[in-house]
């Protein structure tokens, strides 16, 4: 069982861009669903946009809440992704994509 495939993020000032690709393997499947499997949100938002405002902002202290997160699209083995940014103090908004379709959003808020 594979983790994400993170690419390089590219960073200009408040706003952030991390490609990441979706393995067949991912240890995330496991259980989630058999037979159907999709990215679980808490994985979307703990290993994909934690992660990826980390990687970009690595001055961040740890998440204190969630903000408007929503799931709006299933992620599936083999998914392209791109994961965009906005920081704005504290907060890190970020949106996932598969291609051109919004996959899930929200804000991450850290102390």
């Not at 690419?7 to 669903?33: C, S």
């Not at 980390?54 to 903000?67: H, S």
Request: aromatic share 8%; no cysteine; proline share 7%.
């Amino acid at each position: 069982m594979r983790d994400f495939e993170l690419g390089e993020i590219t960073r200009e000032g408040d706003t952030a861009t991390l490609p990441v690709k979706v393995p067949e393997d991912l240890k995330f499947f496991e259980g989630h669903f058999p037979g159907d499997p999709i990215v679980p949100g808490v994985a979307q938002v703990v290993a994909l946009a934690e992660a990826g405002a980390r990687l970009g902002w690595p001055d961040l202290g740890p998440v204190a809440g969630l903000r408007r997160v929503k799931f709006t699209r299933a992620i599936r083995p083999g998914d392209a992704l791109t994961l965009r940014f906005e920081r704005k103090g504290e907060k890190v908004g970020f949106r996932i994509a598969k291609g051109e379709h919004e996959a899930s959003r929200g804000s991450l808020v850290f102390r």
